[in-house]
């Protein structure tokens, strides 16, 4: 009898881990998008060379990884459409994955030395503070950074942001590489917990 009372208290805690580890991973995947540029000295850095992307295709499996580039990378050499695969995830840990903010630090203690040097962050065309490099990416949020001694052309700086990353969130583009949408199954959630 206490036999069997062992091996169903033990089955019991079986289920209650599994259930427990399942219930932590959410029903819907994150995955959003937004668009970015930054201009520098009038002229528009290249985030769509190879050194910037992410070669393996977003999976439903990445949201849960430890290393950054997994949660918030670029694809398919589009360098102004970011993919984000977790909740919280700044601009700061984006530029930090495609090693770019120690050039952004530079340019924001440059622009607080030199009169003639610019630093400007607009997000959806309009003109905020730099801490908004540290609060999370918006889903089709357009953030623009212009920085150098040549002064902006705002009007075609902006246009540089561009607006595509709606069409990766309505499926219109890049869908083949941009990872699980919908609802999870529990076998997919169980999967996910367990890094099966």
């Known amino acids: 009898m206490k036999i069997l009372l062992g091996v169903f208290v033990f089955l019991f805690l079986v289920i209650a881990?599994?259930?427990?580890?399942?219930s932590l991973i959410p029903n819907k995947p994150v995955h959003y998008h937004a668009n970015f540029a930054v201009i520098e000295d009038g002229k528009l850095a290249d985030f769509s060379k190879p050194e910037f992307m992410h070669?393996?295709?977003?999976?439903?499996?990445?949201?849960h990884s430890d290393n950054p580039k997994d949660n918030v990378h670029l694809h398919e050499g589009i360098g102004n459409v970011v993919h984000v695969h977790a909740d919280g995830i700044t601009w700061k840990t984006f530029f930090e994955t495609i090693g770019y903010w120690e050039k952004i630090t530079q340019d924001q203690e440059m622009a607080q030395r030199a009169e003639n040097f610019t630093f400007d962050i607009r997000v959806n065309g309009e003109s905020v503070n730099d801490d908004v490099l540290t609060k999370p990416i918006i889903d089709r949020e357009q953030l623009l950074i212009v920085t150098g001694s040549m002064s902006a052309d705002l009007k075609k700086d902006a246009d540089a942001v561009g607006n595509n990353a709606k069409d990766y969130d309505d499926g219109k583009v890049g869908i083949e590489k941009c990872g699980a949408t919908g609802d999870r199954s529990f076998l997919q959630r169980f999967k996910i917990a367990f890094g099966l």
């Open 17 to 22: 881990f599994v259930g427990y580890k399942v």
């Open 55 to 63: 070669i393996s295709p977003c999976t439903d499996t990445d949201v």
